[in-house]
Every structure is written in C-alpha cells, then in structure tokens.
C-alpha cells in the first residue's frame, strides 16, 4: 500500500483526493495538511512514500518546502500538484527534487499513474512535457527564457512578485539579504529590466509567476 500524505491550502483539494482514494486498493491518503511547516511534523511522526503538494501554500511556499524534506527525507517521493503552467514550473520543481508535477486539471487516473510510477522510482511528467525536455522548442520563448532562470532565481521572482521584501525573502529562503539582492539583480538583467515594476510585470506578461 502506498502512502500519501496531501498538502493543499484549499480544504476542498485534499478532501477530494481523500475520497478519490477511499477505497484504492494500492493508494491510501494517510493525511493531509494545509501548509509547508506542517509538511514537516507529519512526516517525522507518520510513515509516507509519497507527498501531493501545491506550490502556493501559506508560510512555507512548496518548492522551499520541497528542497527541505528532501534533505531530511530523500527516499521520499514528491509530487507538485499545482494550477501554476507546467511549462514554467515543472522544470523547476524537478531540479529541486520532485519526483513529479501534476496540473490541477488532469484526470484522477492520471494523478494514480503518478503516485505509481513515483513510487517505483520513476518521473512523472505529461507527455508534452516530456517532449519539451527532450526536443528544443525554437518557438516556445516562454519556455527558453524559464529555462535560464534556477530554481532560486524562479523562487525569489514569485516571492517579489508576490509582494515580500528582500528581508521577508531572506527569511523565508533561509539565505541572507545580500544573496536576494544577488538574486534580484540576475533577474534584472535575465529579463532585461532596471527595476522592481518592471521586473514583476515582465514575469506576468511572460506568465512566469
């Protein structure tokens, strides 16, 4: 039996995936909770082979909380289960050791397959995906622009354009202020802007955050 832990800010999210599961005879949902910090003590407390996981979450956003767990848990399977475009951020969430990444718009037999393949040690990505990491897309700009940016560099992007400080992204992080301001300025210059406004609208505009 495969254990998933399901973490979502939304309540609706996991208890649909609770339900979806009832009565799997391989999956069994054995807990969910809404934010990245709780990720931490239900996993310390509870046997899990597989975590569902939004990126947006309160307090600890998921690719944060992602890189954590796999320092402290790294047989650990993750899954991203997101609304975020997976050709932005599934490259990004597999550098920072998902195991997978899930559009919220997939089938329920497409999130099982998943969890499965997961598990036995495989990636799981759509098959668009898969391609896009296989073949250069010439006209797919988005696509190449993303692929400049790290992991880091996409963190500290949605955090700014989420409106937090270089402090607040510094703590959140775990990194010092300097290294944000490091950070900011190579996305300044990445997507070619001199400030703040316009670097937050240009991630908009290209559908980066």
Request: charged share 30%; aromatic share 6%; no cysteine.
């Amino acid at each position: 039996m495969i254990k998933v832990l399901v973490v979502d800010f939304h309540p609706i999210v996991r208890t649909g995936l609770k339900l979806l599961f009832a009565s799997d005879s391989e999956i069994k949902v054995v807990g969910d909770v809404g934010s990245g910090i709780e990720i931490f003590e239900f996993v310390r407390r509870h046997p899990v082979d597989v975590i569902i996981s939004e990126i947006d979450l309160p307090e600890l956003n998921g690719i944060t909380a992602l890189r954590a767990i796999k320092k402290e848990h790294q047989d650990l399977k993750v899954i991203m289960f997101s609304h975020q475009p997976e050709e932005i951020y599934a490259i990004s969430t597999i550098k920072a050791g998902a195991s997978g990444y899930l559009h919220k718009t997939v089938s329920t037999d497409t999130i099982r397959e998943a969890i499965i393949k997961v598990k036995s040690g495989g990636i799981y990505l759509s098959e668009a995906m898969s391609k896009n990491l296989t073949f250069t897309d010439t006209k797919n700009k988005t696509t190449k622009l993303y692929k400049r940016l790290s992991t880091r560099e996409v963190e500290v992007l949605k955090l700014l354009s989420s409106g937090k400080k270089n402090k607040e992204i510094a703590q959140e992080l775990d990194i010092n202020e300097k290294t944000v301001s490091t950070y900011k300025a190579r996305l300044y210059n990445k997507l070619n802007v001199t400030n703040l406004v316009d670097l937050i609208h240009q991630a908009k505009h290209k559908d980066l955050t």
